[in-house]
């Protein structure tokens, strides 16, 4: 038996050090050739790390959250035949050192090319040290909140005993000791979580933070009648939804963008505020702000100007669905001259979001909303939309932004001109 020791890459791009964000083995799993040990985090994106060989993890060589140099030591596995540790080389201190073996032996690690396993029989409630915490998704944290269940109480049966959301119901499904759905409960709580701030969270954390520091916010709200607009989509997807596929908003309104960018080129642009230099971009690269279990990603939909509405469309789904699962690559997520977010249904009222720096521009898209305006002297029902956009207004003077979300407002109210010359 040798010791096969795996280093941090390099990623690429002079990046010299990332971040630990998550281990999907753990000290005595079996792995496999290609199969994901853990996840990184550059300053751009989530990079998976896998094994090159067969073999069984006897250390790891990082906490997650901790920052490590590209050739570090990251993993060291043993392996059949001699390996590539030299017998002469010093071992460097990994943070978990092996432990003997459990009395059951780990199960083989199912790749991921497998197919889906059946959902968890019920099972009995684990226990776990107080100060461990499971591994889990932010969204597997929240359902477990809103539920009303001790995450270290549940046995997770995804990687390296990741609790994943069938764990939840199989808990749920063993019996009265578990808190009735929609049951009221009035029993005092003194359960406290930490959660460290890592990998993502982390990096959107020191973005926004930079943002609102650095930038000089101001924002701009203006509603718009999105009745006509509405009714477009709905006709066109009525009549070419089957062959095209279906129309969101989203289309509509990265048009809308690259029509009034034409006459507001100071909008699309980057500033280099050490450099003193704004870069106005000719190309419109839209960042669509889209929320992800790990957090808010902004993947890249590139030459908007060039894209039909139908083409938009698919990128943008594409791309929505590469960051949800994690795997929109660097250069999805980065490049982008002007940002367009989005809540949806939950979009409220008013928002105030924040710059995507170094752009200067970011348009938010509030809910539809059906309510009483009046027209020409009469009350009718219309449906309405705000817009919530901020500027930097280091770069761009207050009556510059006004005018060009009202150019924005009448290409929407007015759906025709979107397509005209």
């Given amino acids: 038996m040798g010791t096969h020791v795996i280093k941090m890459p390099d990623i690429g791009e002079g990046i010299a050090e990332v971040e630990l964000s998550v ?33 069984r993890v006897i250390a790891l060589g990082g906490e997650p959250g901790e920052v490590m140099a590209v050739g570090s030591e990251l993993i060291r596995i043993e392996v059949e035949g001699a390996g590539n540790l030299k017998e002469s080389a010093q071992p460097a201190a990994p943070v978990q050192a092996a432990k003997p073996a459990p009395v059951a032996a780990p199960e083989p690690v199912v790749e991921k090319t497998a197919a889906p396993r059946p959902a968890p029989a019920p099972q009995a409630p684990i226990a776990r040290a107080p100060d461990e915490r499971p591994l889990a998704s932010p969204a597997v944290r929240k359902h477990a909140l809103d539920l009303g269940i001790q995450l270290r109480l549940v046995q997770g049966t995804g990687p390296a005993g990741r609790v994943l959301h069938e764990d939840l119901e199989a808990y749920l499904a063993q019996g009265p000791s578990t808190p009735a759905k929609g049951g009221a409960s009035y029993a005092e709580r003194h ?38 607009l509405e009714e477009l989509r709905v006709h066109l997807n009525e009549k070419h939804g089957a062959s095209r596929g279906k129309l969101t908003l989203l289309p509509f309104l990265v048009r809308a963008l690259v029509v009034a960018l034409r006459d507001f080129p100071q909008m699309n642009a980057r500033y280099d505020d050490e450099a003193q230099v704004i870069h106005r971009c ?106 919530s956009s901020s500027f930097d207004h280091r770069v761009v003077d207050g009556m510059d932004a006004a005018q060009f979300i009202q150019a924005l407002r009448g290409l929407l109210e007015q759906p025709a001109t979107l397509f005209v010359d």
């Fill in 23 to 55: 281990w999907h083995v753990k000290v005595g799993d079996m792995v496999v050739e290609d199969q994901v040990l853990a996840d990184v985090m550059t300053d751009k994106a989530m990079v998976d790390i896998p094994s090159p060989v067969h073999g």
């Fill in 191 to 228: 359960d406290e979580e930490q959660i460290p701030v890592i990998g993502m969270r982390r990096k959107i954390a020191q973005r926004m933070q930079e943002a609102t520091q650095r930038a000089a916010h101001f924002s701009y709200v203006e509603e718009i009648d999105v009745t006509a």
């Fill in 282 to 387: 000719g190309a419109v690269h839209v960042g669509v702000a889209t929320q992800s279990d790990v957090g808010l990603m902004v993947p890249v939909m590139r030459h908007a100007e060039a894209r039909s509405l139908w083409d938009s469309a698919t990128e943008i789904s594409r791309l929505a669905t590469a960051a949800r699962n994690g795997k929109a690559s660097r250069d999805e997520l980065s490049g982008s001259t002007i940002t367009l977010t989005s809540l949806g249904a939950l979009g409220g009222i008013v928002s105030t979001p924040v710059l995507n720096l170094p752009e200067v521009a970011i348009v938010g898209v509030n809910k539809i909303v059906e309510r009483p305006v009046v027209i020409k002297g009469q009350i009718v029902v219309r449906k309405m939309m705000n817009l």
